[in-house]
């Protein structure tokens, strides 16, 4: 080996320091510096070979996700300056330039809302386009993206001061986050979900993504929205279905992490379904919170608290890809699960879920884990754990075996 490749080098670490608009590197301490200091660094290596840089860049996003009542209300300013904290408010309010939006929204939700969404920005004196489409996970592609990136270059906007605003389920959500992210490089925009599946879940994050290549969601970005507007009044309009799905996405973050979740859903459960999870006429409102209201709020933590520090999904070991698995460990607690699911109308069984399914499951699994399987599992209500052992197929066997036997009896039936 040539005795040149072996040499040591020399590292010099710079602060870089702003002034009158250029910015400039600086060894050593900045204190004294005047001007404005980058968290950014650069460090500079110098061998026989010659120079070689390395960058350090922190990139921070602010986000925020906030709980309202009645958005679509004229006298309600959320939805136009929600993104927009307090004390930064009356530079836009006070601007003399028009206000601008451009709203995606679900075609279904369009059906429902539309009216509404062109009220509420007819009310503000707002120039605004509204783009309807079928958002659905059949349509979830590049396509889509591509058809909202030409109206909104058609319709221009300012790619800093206004938001694009998606308002839909998940797959509208995800959609629009992906075209905002590419539009000049990334384009702020809102996210107001209409299901609860959504409101729980997709909305809250800084996933973006469209099916590719036959994989659901191989084409994304982590871009998250500048604002989140939950308003749950959207859900009188869904059909029980829909509200069940996002419930087992609650009971799922119950079992991971919120033991007094589970039991809220447990006690409350069915009736939270049946009102559409919507305020009971003794609640107040936000300040008086009931089951549903205390229910979400948690959800939403409980979810915030694993995406938060995570946005970028540097680790892998996520507790929020836990799926249909019952650890051994619940055995005990298993009936409480299953009642519970059923107080939610969620199917506990079906004949089509056959053992060849269950087991391609885990080898699907297994290669989009590149090779290195990680299972999230509940080991009590409320309490998981990231497991990395591989299931043999005879324990595969016996799962679905007892599976079948015991929960094909309750059958699929007993659910709406």
Not at 110 to 135: N, R, W
Not at 171 to 186: E, F, K, M, P
Not at 305 to 318: G, I, Q, T
Request: glycine content about 8%; some cysteine; charged content about 25%.
């Amino acid at each position: 080996m040539n005795s040149s490749n072996t040499s040591c080098s020399e590292r010099t670490a710079f602060n870089l320091i702003q002034m009158n608009g250029t910015w400039t590197r600086h060894n050593g301490h900045c204190q004294d510096k005047e001007g404005k200091l980058s968290d950014a660094k650069i460090y500079e290596n110098k061998s026989d070979q010659g120079f070689s840089w390395t960058v350090v860049s922190p990139i921070v996003f602010t986000y925020r996700v906030i709980q309202c009542k009645d958005l679509l209300d004229p006298r309600n300013d959320t939805l136009l300056w929600g993104h927009i904290k307090d004390e930064e408010l009356k530079g836009p309010t006070r601007n003399s330039k028009p206000v601008k939006r451009f709203i995606v929204i679900d075609k279904t939700v369009h059906e429902l809302y539309g009216s509404k969404v062109s009220q509420y920005f007819d009310a503000k004196g707002v120039i605004y386009k509204i783009l309807p489409l079928p958002t659905t996970e059949e349509n979830k592609n590049m396509e889509l993206v591509t058809r909202i990136l030409e109206e909104v270059h058609q319709f221009g906007i300012d790619r800093r001061s206004e938001p694009i605003i998606a308002l839909g389920g998940g797959v509208c959500l995800d959609v629009v986050g992906l075209a905002a992210s590419l539009y000049r490089r990334r384009t702020p925009y809102i996210r107001v979900p209409t299901t609860l599946l959504s409101y729980i879940d997709a909305s809250v994050g800084a996933k973006t993504g469209v099916n590719f290549g036959g994989g659901k969601n191989k084409l994304g970005s982590y871009v998250p929205p500048v604002a989140t507007l939950l308003d749950s009044s959207f859900f009188q309009t869904l059909p029980l279905r829909q509200i069940s799905n996002g419930l087992a996405e609650m009971l799922k973050m119950a079992l991971m992490k919120h033991r007094g979740l589970f039991e809220l859903l447990e006690v409350n459960g069915r009736k939270m379904l049946h009102a559409k999870l919507q305020p009971s006429e003794t609640c107040g409102g936000f300040e008086q919170e009931d089951g549903a209201a205390a229910s979400m709020r948690i959800a939403i933590e409980t979810m915030l608290e694993e995406l938060a520090p995570n946005l970028w999904e540097d680790d892998l070991d996520r507790l929020v890809d836990f799926g249909h698995i019952i650890s051994p460990e619940l055995e005990m607690e298993k009936s409480r699960i299953i009642q519970c699911m059923l107080g939610l109308e969620l199917p506990v069984w079906h004949q089509e879920c056959s053992l060849v399914l269950v087991q391609k499951s885990f080898r699907e699994r297994l290669r989009h884990s590149a090779g290195s399987l990680r299972m999230p599992l509940p080991t009590g209500l409320g309490r998981a754990e990231i497991f990395h052992d591989m299931i043999e197929d005879n324990v595969i066997y016996q799962v679905f075996q007892k599976w079948t036997e015991e929960l094909s009896t309750l059958g699929c039936n007993q659910i709406n």
